[in-house]
């Protein structure tokens, strides 16, 4: 009888997914022989899907997310086995680190360089909220005492760190633009150019560089297949969903409507 880690090992291998789905299946294990609950680190989009397919996968095990806020990109997976009766605790902090914004302009990018010059790992790190002068980062209770201990800098620029209350964090509000286009085909360069608004040779270059994801993967060639529902991200540019694929038009061309998360 094939085993619920047999299956999703077998699922995942050779895809970007299969290490975390490996680590993955071993909290949902822990939660099953413990009758309690098992809690990950933080996860990307992809990621949370990978956990949802683990717990299908577990009699008895139910998963739950957390990000620290209302509509959070990067949550933790908390595995809960039937039989516990408490509330699973996902340890979840924020830190806030402010500098002087009349003297340095850092962004996202800045704030997770200097984390991660730290020795800090990308997965113990969740979403990073950047304002002028200040950025609130989403972590777990231990790493957020290391933080206020440790991260003086970012950059160039002194910073003052200390504990923050994840409750104070506004939902997450996203802006949206609709698109309709056409297209010639269903190819991911296609359909990723027409809704980051840029050419399809430079979609296709950006394919190369590993710059685009479909369904939080990279793409594997411009010709890649699209359908309704995916969903491209691209660093810096945001997130575009196929919402419908509408059919040909006159011309032969695919009409398809998007949602373009700015």
Do not use: C
Request: proline share 2%; charged share 30%; aromatic share 8%.
């Amino acid at each position: 009888m094939t085993t619920a880690r047999e299956k999703i090992t077998r699922f995942y291998r050779g895809t970007e997914g299969e290490e975390i789905a490996a680590r993955l299946v071993d909290l949902a294990e822990q939660a099953v022989r413990s009758r309690k609950f098992r809690a990950s680190d933080f996860l990307d989009p992809y990621g949370q899907e990978i956990a949802e397919t683990v717990a299908a996968n577990f009699d008895g095990v139910t998963v739950l997310f957390d990000g620290g806020y209302v509509g959070a990109e990067r949550q933790k997976a908390v595995f809960v086995h039937r039989d516990f009766g408490g509330a699973p605790s996902f340890d979840i902090a924020a830190v806030r680190a402010e500098w002087n914004a009349e003297f340095a302009h850092l962004t996202h990018r800045d704030i997770l360089g200097s984390l991660t010059g730290l020795g800090v790992e990308r997965d113990r790190i969740g979403d990073i909220l950047v304002s002028a002068g200040a950025a609130r980062a989403l972590t777990d209770w231990k790493m957020a005492d290391f933080l206020i201990a440790e991260w003086t800098t970012i950059g160039a620029a002194h910073v003052k760190v200390e504990m923050d209350d994840a409750a104070t964090i506004a939902p997450r509000e996203e802006r949206t633009k609709e698109i309709s286009a056409t297209v010639a085909s269903l190819r991911a360069d296609s359909v990723a150019a027409a809704g980051f608004g840029i050419s399809r040779s430079r979609a296709a270059s950006d394919i190369e560089s590993e710059k685009l994801k479909l369904n939080w993967q990279p793409v594997k060639n411009p010709s890649q297949a699209v359908k309704e529902g995916d969903v491209f991200s691209m660093r810096g540019r945001g997130r575009v969903e196929v919402v419908e694929v509408r059919g040909k038009t006159k011309k032969g061309r695919i009409g398809i409507s998007l949602r373009r998360y700015l």
